[in-house]
């Protein structure tokens, strides 16, 4: 009897272990360090009229590493990979500068492949400061290549 129960649990063991192999994590292909350039642009508006244009471009080199048990994070941010297809929760965005408080929300959606990937963050919002207010709204590319 306990043979025969030793070895129940010896192949249960086995069995369970077993079902791992050889399975790999699809994120490992997009871990390490990748260049990236990030170009984009807000844009302030009152009353309907734009009235302020903010550039961005950045360069450099950005770490993406595993988040959680199916996330990747890049520059901060926590993606979901879905095939070759990246997505992210919408992030808020609450900042001030040069006595303008912006508030609005940015979504990413992106693409991966094994040497790019692509992703592209939309942001609206408003703005407040110096006795006024409007809408903003603007977008910016990421690439980053190995």
């Not at 994070?73 to 979901?80: A, L, Q």
């Not at 095939?83 to 991966?112: C, F, H, K, W």
Request: charged letters at 10%; glycine letters at 14%; aromatic letters at 8%.
């Amino acid at each position: 009897m306990k043979k025969l129960t030793l070895f129940s649990i010896l192949a249960i063991a086995l069995l369970v272990c077993g079902c791992n192999k050889g399975e790999t994590d699809p994120r490992d292909a997009y871990t390490g360090t990748w260049q990236l350039t990030n170009i984009g642009s807000i844009t302030g508006y009152y009353n309907g009229e734009a009235i302020f244009t903010q550039p961005h471009n950045q360069t450099g080199s950005v770490v993406i590493s595993k988040s959680g048990q199916s996330g990747l994070n890049i520059s901060g941010t926590t993606f979901f990979l879905n095939d070759n297809r990246l997505t992210a929760d919408p992030e808020s965005i609450n900042t001030s500068g040069d006595g303008i408080q912006m508030v609005g929300t940015a979504v990413y959606s992106g693409q991966a492949s094994d040497n790019l990937i692509v992703i592209t963050t939309t942001i609206t919002g408003s703005w407040s400061g110096q006795g006024a207010s409007g809408n903003m709204s603007g977008s910016a590319t990421w690439t980053l290549t190995r």
